[in-house]
């Protein structure tokens, strides 16, 4: 089993930055996708950017040129930074990790093994 644990949200005004962290624990490997996903109120969750365990990246278009994703493979962590915070991207954000299959990077929820509790990002206007 696999434990994440997410960290870093707070309330931000627009134009603000954050960094979020997930920390992972258990029977991790160095072989792994790891995601970052959010859902905001009403709203089904959905991808927001995900990295590889060969360092390769993806993002979703909403926050592309904005949002980082990076790791600390010494800390099992990986962040999710964020510049130019606008108010819809207030949400839960969840971490998620997947042992890879292949080496396309997934962006559905329903292909991650394992999730952290999420944490919320709230951008006021």
């Known amino acids: 089993q696999v434990q994440l644990v997410e960290s870093g949200g707070g309330l931000v005004q627009a134009g603000g930055s954050l960094r979020l962290s997930c920390a992972a624990s258990g029977r991790t490997s160095s072989i792994y996708f790891m995601g970052w996903f959010r859902q905001a109120p009403g709203k089904e969750r959905e991808f927001v950017a995900a990295?590889?365990?060969?360092?390769?990246?993806l993002y979703a278009d909403s926050v592309k040129g904005r949002f980082t994703i990076s790791r600390d493979n010494s800390k099992n962590t990986v962040y999710l930074q964020m510049n130019n915070l606008k108010p819809e991207d207030t949400a839960i954000y969840y971490c998620?990790?997947?042992?890879?299959?292949?080496?396309?990077?997934?962006?559905?929820?329903?292909?991650?093994?394992?999730w952290g509790q999420g944490t919320q990002v709230t951008v006021s206007s």
């Open positions: 998620a990790r997947k042992t890879p299959l292949g080496i396309k990077i997934p962006t559905t929820q329903g292909d991650y093994n394992y």
């Open positions: 990295l590889s365990w060969t360092g390769t990246t």
